[in-house]
C-alpha cells in the first residue's frame, strides 16, 4: 500500500531538499545510523526489563515525511517492520483530528495498523522543523503482559480477538511535548504487571525524545535541507544496490513450505504457510497462495506477514546498506490472499503471531530467497537457511515470588538458538538468530535472582541443528526446579512440537524440533542435598512426560524437572555430500552424536588415537547404496 501525504493546511511537509556533497553525505549516513542506535540504547537502558536487555525484542527505526523506511535498527528486525504502517495509517486518519503535531508522540497496538501482535507495542513520532513535518522516528517493543485470558496475552484458547488483549489505534500518549497521563494510566491498566510496562514505556518514550533532539540537532548544523536530501539518497542508494543485485538472478518463480500443527487446544490440525517469491526483472513479487485458511489462534494479520519477509530480505539483500530497507520495498510487492493463517480478517485471534506465524514466515522466506539467490552467480554466498526459533516454545512462568509478590516471565534463552546453514560453510552454533543480530540470551543469575527457579543446567543440544552438506548450527536446552515456592505455574503455547519448522533446501533434513518435558515426583531435591548437581536427564529419577502444545495452567510442584529444548538451524545441501572427516570432527568436539554421524550422513566411525575416525572406504559404499534407493524411490 502507498499512501500519499496529505496536502492540507494543518499538516505542512518539508519539501526543500538538498542534495549533500558526497563527503557531507557519509557524514549525515552515519550520523543518522548513530542516531537510530542511540535511540535504541537508550530504550533499553532506561526500560531496563528483561525483554528490552537480554531479548533485545524491540527496534528503533527513521522514516520519510511520508512513512518510507531510512532506517532499521540492528535489534529484532521483524517487530518494527509494519510501523511504517502505522505512520501511513496516522497520516489518513490523524492528520485533521486531533492533528500532527510539533511534540506529539502516537502510540497503538493494534495489529491491523501497525504491530506484530496486542504485545508489541509502537511509538511514533514526527519531527517538524519550523512547523513543517522533515521526518518520523518510531520505536517498537514487545511486552511482558497487554492483558487478555492468559497470562503473558498469549491466548492459546482464544476464539477471537475479544479474548486477546485489547488493541488501541494510535493515540497520542504524548502531546506538544507533555505527556499524557490518561493515556499512559489507560495502557498500564490494561497489564497483570503495570511496573514493569511502566519501565518499557518511559523507555520507549526517552528512546524517541533523545532521536529527535539529534536530529534537530544535525540540522543546525547542517541545514534541514541537506538532512532531508541525505535521507533521499541513502534510499536511493539502497535502491540502485537492490536492483543490481536482482539483475544478477534470473526471473523464476521460487517456493517455500512450513506446517504449523494445533491451531487450538484440542486440535490435531496440521496447517500450511507458504511462500512464493516471483522475480521479473527489478521486481520482486511475494504470494502466501496455498495457505491454510485462518483458523484457531496461530493468525497473523497481513502487515506481520509482510513485516517478517522483510526481516529476512534486509540480511540477505541489503546487508552493506545499514539496514537501509526503504529503498528495496520500492521493489517489493507483496500479494496476500485474504483471510488465510497469514493474513488474516478481524476479529480472528493473533496474539500469537509472533511465535507462530511471524518467526515461521521469516524462516520459510529465508528458505525461498535462499532458492531465488542459489540460481544468481556471486548472489548464491548470501544465501543462509532458516535458522533457530522458527516457530518458538512460549512457555509463561507465574505465581507468586519468594518476596510474595505476583510475577510472569517467559525464558528468553531461546534466544540461544543456531544460525542455519550457508551455501559455502556450516551455520553457527548457537549464533542467536539472523533477525535478531544484538539478541543474546538472558544471564542465568539473573533468571535465579529475579524469579523463583533454579537452573540444573543450560548448555548446547547435539544434534538439534540439521544435518546437511552444510550443517545448521545447534541450539541449546535449560533444565530448572522451582525455588522457595510452593509451586510454578506454565502456560504452555508451542509449536514446531510434533512437526519440524526449521526445514533445509537442497536435500538438507530438518533441525530437530521444540520439545518441553516434565520429569514430575523427582529426586532431584535429594540428589542436591546430596551435593550432587545433576547434568543429564538419565541422571534423575522420575516420571517423564511430555508437555504438548497447549496447555494452561499447568503446575510445576517443587520436585519437578522441566526441561526445555528448541529447534536449532537447518542445514543445506545433501547431508551424503559432507565430507566424512567434518563429520568425525563434530563427534569429536559433542556437536552430533555417532548415531547421527551414521543415521544423516552414512559416516562409519572407529576408534582412534584418543577419538574417533572416518572410515571412508565404508562410508563410501554405504552412501553409494543410500543414493541407489533414493534413486530408485517412485
Not at 535429594?526 to 502444545?549: C, F, K, N, T
Not at 547421527?596 to 575416525?613: C, I, M, N
Request: proline content about 6%; charged content about 20%.
Amino acid at each position: 500500500m502507498t499512501v500519499e501525504t496529505p496536502t492540507k493546511a494543518n499538516l505542512s511537509v518539508f519539501s526543500d531538499h538538498q542534495e549533500p556533497d558526497p563527503v557531507t553525505f557519509e557524514v549525515l549516513r552515519h550520523r543518522l545510523w548513530a542516531i537510530n542506535e542511540e535511540h535504541g540504547t537508550t530504550l533499553l537502558k532506561m526500560s531496563g526489563s528483561p525483554v528490552a536487555v537480554y531479548a533485545q525484542d524491540f527496534n528503533p527505526g527513521i522514516l520519510t515525511p511520508d512513512g518510507e523506511w531510512v532506517y532499521f535498527g540492528p535489534y529484532v528486525q521483524f517487530i518494527n517492520a509494519g510501523a511504517d504502517a502505522a505512520v501511513k495509517w496516522i497520516l489518513e486518519h490523524r492528520v485533521d483530528n486531533p492533528g500532527i503535531k510539533p511534540g506529539d508522540i502516537f502510540i497503538t497496538n493494534d495489529p491491523w495498523v501497525g504491530t506484530i501482535h496486542q504485545q508489541d507495542v509502537v511509538l511514533a513520532a514526527p519531527i517538524f522543523v519550523e512547523d513543517e513535518l522533515l521526518c518520523w522516528v518510531t520505536n517498537t517493543l514487545h511486552m511482558y503482559d497487554m492483558g487478555g485470558i492468559t497470562p503473558g496475552s498469549y491466548c492459546p484458547a482464544a476464539k477471537d480477538v475479544y479474548d486477546e488483549a485489547t488493541m488501541l489505534p494510535p493515540l497520542k500518549i504524548q502531546e506538544g511535548g507533555e505527556l499524557r497521563d490518561d493515556v499512559m494510566e489507560a495502557w498500564l491498566r490494561q497489564s497483570r504487571m503495570p511496573n514493569l510496562m511502566a519501565l518499557d514505556l518511559n523507555g520507549m518514550i526517552a528512546g524517541c525524545r533523545v532521536a529527535q533532539r539529534r536530529i534537530l540537532e544535525a540540522c543546525e548544523r547542517y541545514g534541514a535541507p541537506v538532512l532531508s536530501g541525505a535521507m533521499r539518497k541513502i534510499l536511493a542508494n539502497a535502491e540502485t544496490v537492490f536492483v543490481d543485485r536482482l539483475q544478477q538472478i534470473p526471473d523464476g518463480e521460487w517456493r517455500d513450505r512450513s506446517f504449523i500443527e494445533v491451531a487450538a487446544p484440542g486440535d490435531r490440525g496440521v496447517y500450511y504457510n507458504s511462500l512464493t517469491v516471483r522475480k521479473e526483472g527489478s521486481e520482486l513479487h511475494f504470494s502466501n497462495a496455498g495457505s491454510s485458511p485462518q483458523t484457531g489462534s496461530i493468525n497473523c494479520t497481513a502487515n506481520a506477514w509482510k513485516g517478517s519477509i522483510v526481516a529476512a530480505i534486509n540480511p540477505a539483500l541489503m546487508y552493506d546498506q545499514l539496514f537501509a530497507i526503504g529503498g528495496a520495498l520500492r521493489h517489493c510487492h507483496f500479494e496476500p490472499e485474504e483471510a488465510r493463517i497469514n493474513s488474516a480478517v478481524h476479529p480472528v485471534a493473533v496474539s500469537n503471531t509472533s511465535p507462530c506465524l511471524a518467526l515461521n514466515t521469516i524462516a520459510v522466506a529465508n528458505n525461498t530467497i535462499g532458492r531465488m539467490l542459489a540460481a544468481g552467480g556471486e548472489a548464491k554466498e548470501r544465501v543462509v537457511v532458516s535458522t533457530s526459533m522458527s516457530t518458538y516454545a512460549v512457555d509463561i512462568y507465574s505465581g507468586i515470588n519468594q518476596w510474595k509478590e505476583p510475577y510472569g516471565f517467559s525464558p528468553l534463552d531461546s534466544f540461544l538458538g543456531g544460525i542455519g546453514g550457508f551455501s559455502f560453510k556450516d551455520g553457527i552454533d548457537n549464533g542467536g538468530t539472523a533477525w535478531g543480530p544484538k539478541g543474546m540470551g538472558p544471564n542465568v543469575e539473573h533468571n535465579e535472582q529475579s524469579y523463583p527457579i533454579l537452573y540444573l543446567w543450560r548448555r548446547e543440544l547435539a544434534d538439534s541443528g540439521g544435518a546437511g552438506h552444510y550443517r545448521g548450527g545447534n541450539a541449546s536446552s535449560l533444565a530448572v526446579i522451582p525455588h522457595r515456592v510452593d509451586a510454578v505455574t506454565h502456560d504452555i503455547t508451542a509449536w514446531g512440537m510434533a512437526v519440524p519448522t526449521s526445514t533445509g533446501i537442497f536435500g538438507a533434513m530438518p533441525a530437530a524440533p521444540n520439545r518441553i518435558t516434565r520429569v514430575g515426583g523427582s529426586n532431584v531435591l535429594d540428589l542436591l542435598a546430596g551435593g550432587h548437581i545433576p547434568r543429564s536427564v538419565e541422571e534423575i529419577e522420575g516420571e517423564p512426560s511430555l508437555i504438548e502444545q497447549r496447555h494452561e495452567h499447568l503446575r510445576q510442584e517443587p520436585d519437578d524437572v522441566w526441561i526445555n529444548w528448541w529447534c536449532g538451524g537447518a542445514g543445506y545441501g545433501d547431508p551424503l555430500d559432507r565430507d566424512p572427516e567434518m563429520v568425525a570432527a563434530d563427534v569429536n568436539k559433542g556437536v552430533i552424536t555417532a548415531e547421527q554421524a551414521f543415521a544423516s550422513y552414512g559416516v562409519f566411525l572407529s576408534d582412534g588415537d584418543g577419538a574417533v575416525v572416518a572410515e571412508i572406504a565404508a562410508t563410501e559404499a554405504e552412501r553409494a547404496e543410500r543414493r541407489r534407493a533414493i534413486v530408485g524411490r517412485s
